[in-house]
């Protein structure tokens, strides 16, 4: 897992605070947090208490707004990729490095083995490029994002064509999930890992 250097939750405080709930069901309202956060907090539930209920709240607004990404859309339509992330990384916020790997549990690594990064592609595109230069792997998975209200919009176009410019460069495949959908990444996690 990627993520921003930041102080990390101590596990022994998570361990701490799901004993002293009691029989109270945990619920975990993703919103904003960090994955390492969302995973620490979702993976000591389940082991601890086998059920964890997780809650994610949508926003009125999206920044960058779609007025902003329009250009950015026009400028990957005309194939001028580092112009279109130039424009790119000046309006999404929050994504500044230095990153570094982190493992977030027993890495099984067997060598005669293919290796395969399925990958969520986001507005907020460095981390997932700086895995793939990091940890080189044979293949990925690049799920574009399909935003709530369509794939016509400006903000589910620029992701699939972030989708199709990482597989191409990196050799892999492209697919397309509703954001909300969490249903069917489910099933496409599970045939993937099959």
């Known amino acids: 897992v990627y993520k921003r250097q930041e ?59 779609e007025s902003d990404l329009n250009q950015a859309l026009s400028l990957f339509e005309t194939k001028d990729y580092p112009k279109a992330f130039e424009y790119l990384d000046k309006i999404v916020a929050g994504e500044e490095g230095p990153f570094s790997v982190s493992s977030v549990g027993e890495q099984f690594l067997d060598p005669s083995q293919p290796s395969y990064m399925v990958a969520f592609v986001a507005l907020k595109h460095n981390r997932i490029e700086q895995i793939l230069e990091k940890t ?43 954001s909300l959908d969490h249903n069917e990444t489910y099933r496409l996690l599970i045939k993937l890992y099959k």
């Open 7 to 65: 102080p990390s939750i101590n596990e022994e405080k998570i361990q701490d605070i799901l004993t002293s709930i009691g029989n109270l069901n945990v619920v975990i309202d993703t919103t904003s947090l960090t994955k390492s956060l969302i995973f620490e907090l979702v993976s000591n539930s389940l082991l601890k208490r086998g059920e964890v209920w997780i809650l994610h709240t949508c926003a009125e607004d999206y920044y960058p707004q």
């Open 136 to 178: 080189p792997v044979e293949r990925i998975a690049a799920i574009a994002p399909v935003h709530s209200d369509g794939r016509e919009t400006p903000r589910s176009q620029v992701g699939m064509i972030m989708a199709k410019y990482l597989a191409e460069r990196y050799g892999g495949d492209v697919y397309s999930l509703g």
